[in-house]
C-alpha cells in the first residue's frame, strides 16, 4: 500500500489530516510535475493509500475515487470545494494554491500548469 502525506510537514499535515478524518476533506490536489520527480505513479480509482502523520504513523486508510489531470486554470470550484479547507470561492482556492507552490515549493505556476485532483473516501 503506498503512503498519502498531505501537505507539507508540520502544522499543515496536522491540520489536513485532521480534515480528512473529521470527514470534511475528500479531495486533494498535486502537480503533476511532482509525481514525474518523485518518479510515482497516478493514482487510480480503487487503490488505497495509508493516510500518515508527521512522524510516519498511519492514521487512516483512504480510497481513490477519481483521477484526473486538468490545467490548474479549469480546476472546478466544486473541486475546490470537496479539499474541505474552507474556501470562499475558486479565486481563493486559486490564490492559496499558488502560494504554496511557488513559496513553499518554489513553483512557477500558470493556467496551463498541469494539476492532478484526486478525490478519496476514508475508509472505515
Known amino acids: 500500500m503506498r503512503a498519502l502525506e498531505l501537505g ?3 502544522a499543515l499535515r ?9 470527514g470534511a476533506k ?3 490536489a ?3 510535475v511532482e509525481y514525474d ?3 510515482e505513479q497516478l493514482e ?3 487503490e488505497r493509500f495509508a493516510l500518515l502523520g508527521n512522524q510516519g504513523d498511519v492514521l487512516a486508510t483512504v480510497e481513490i ?4 489531470t486538468v490545467p490548474f486554470g479549469e480546476v472546478t470550484w466544486e473541486f475546490a470545494q470537496a479539499e474541505g479547507e474552507g474556501y470562499t470561492d475558486i479565486e481563493h482556492w486559486r490564490r492559496a494554491h499558488i502560494r504554496f507552490w511557488q513559496q513553499v515549493e518554489g513553483r512557477h505556476i500558470t493556467d496551463d500548469t498541469a494539476v492532478v485532483c484526486v478525490h478519496f473516501t476514508l475508509c472505515q
Do not use: I, K, R
Open 37 to 39: 520527480e518523485e518518479g
Open 26 to 28: 475528500t479531495a486533494t
Open 30 to 32: 498535486t502537480l503533476l
Open 44 to 46: 487510480f480509482p480503487g
Open 14 to 22: 496536522d491540520e489536513l489530516n485532521g480534515l480528512v478524518l473529521a
Open 65 to 68: 475515487a477519481t483521477v484526473a
Open 8 to 10: 507539507s510537514s508540520g
